[in-house]
């Protein structure tokens, strides 16, 4: 007398009295047979026959809050607003790029065609697909690694790289009038949008700290808050400390990083927090990330040397740097996992550890190096990398440091790390202009100084980036984990179920630890039952039905034909229920 849904019980054994607590407040049916379908009925009235072996248990039902329904888009429709208008009054056409020539020719008018350059035609645009590229396909398919976070991995990152080209354009502007103390509107060209790609790497690198913690309403908060904090960090680490940083060790991977660590930890979640159950990976998911890791891994040394556009000799020494580097990390990640775990690969660790190279060449891949330091530089990265993975990350978790996507060991400690191969760089003895102290990797503003300080002011940036990674990170997650914005509770984390529409069954982990550990409680201990559950909703008056399906994943019967003989009569009963 009701229409069916997805959803499937498997049963095994003598079912003689059927507990559901913790559900919907409503009936549960037991036909009186060993083997029988499950109905429940949200509605406060009973509308199940009353048969032999039917218990009833009501509870209200948890109802969810407007905040908690509407939080994202009652936070974002104004925020967008505030972005134009804010647009409109920080940003403007760059004259080169935007704004069309036009010569008089007697008393008409004609528009002149401009040539081919970095900042009105494809040579710009090739760099900023690359660089784009790798932020919002790589990292988003790298963010896939739990099977239960799919949808937000890519999806929700797609979304704040979207939401921080802009806003990271209205930033610039701010930040610049800040230091100078002259409002100069941002130039809207190519060279404006690579540079956005650093800024929404940044952010991006950030979200592996708190992924899986966070609302989307939350994740919109920190992309209006990080950007600022990053453009601030660079601004005193290039034009203070005046270090460069070329392919963004320190201000895009070390700060992300970091930052992300300390969002966690301002929102007060613990690694004991998480529910191991929602970190699990699963065949596909496992490889839709490894999709993330090749995209990254190809397009890396893009990312690096992009804005050296004006610089051939140097462009192609960061290119070629980087490529000698990442390969470098791939080979000894891949040897290094078989090492650390008897014989075989961690597929975690082969997606994250093998593009360590990139991470830590990046301050010192403009220098003059010789091919041999880069790969021994990247080399060294995959090793760090995937020992962190292996060991270093379980022992964090195990102190209590929150890092639920393990982000210090790809874009935090290879950061550091390569920023400190930059300074001892600094100190090499060859009389190359291009160790010295007004070389590509410093920019001295005609300050002088010997090697030994710019290695000490190199170390210098380190601990700047680190401070005001950590300490705005902490405020942020302070801000964004305060009742007016929505959170997310501690059984929900990792999950897409509360964000989005999952259409797979039985996805939910939530429905198949309650249906094992707290929902089925049999007053036969003997009695072995395996559920699979998932809560459709059907019509206004609430009702849910779950139908036993098959058992073949539950139950394997020793003669093959009374397995099918059995099937068929299941199969049978549904069809006819």
Known sequence: YQRRVRGKVFCAGSLSTLELSKMPVGEASNAGSDLSTIYINASTQPQVPDKQGVQIISQDKKERTILQVYGFPIWFYPIFVLVIVLFAVCTEWDPDFGVDSVNKVGDDRERVKDPNTWKSGNIGYAMYTDASTMVVMGVGFLLTFSKYYVYTGVGMNFFMCAFIALWSNVAKAIIRAIFEGEFIKTKINLDEMVTGCYITATVIISVGGYIGLTTPAQNLLICLVEPFMMLINERIVLEYIHVADTGGSLLVHCFGAYFGMAVARGMRVKPKDIPEAHREPSYFSDMGCMVGTVVLWVFWPSFNGALYYNDVTLQGRILMNTYLAICSSCVTTFATSTLLHNGKMEMMEIQNATLGGGVIIGMICSFAIEPWTAV??????????????????????????????????????PAWLGAICAAFGCLADNENYMYSYNAQWTTTAGHHRTKGQQFGFVILAIICTLGISIASGLITGVLVNQPCCPRIKKEDILLD?????????????????????QNLQLTDPGTAVHAIMETKRLNTSGTFLYTVNSFEESLQFSLQPLKSAYIRTMRLLQLFL
């Open 376 to 413: 021994l530089i990247g080399g060294m990265g995959g090793i760090v990398s995937c020992v962190g993975y292996g060991i270093l990350h379980p022992f964090f978790e195990g102190i209590g440091i929150t890092d639920s996507g393990a982000i210090q060991m790809l874009h935090g400690i």
């Open 497 to 517: 179920h509360d964000t989005w529409n999952v259409h797979d069954e039985g996805h939910d982990p939530r429905l198949k630890s309650k249906m094992y550990d």
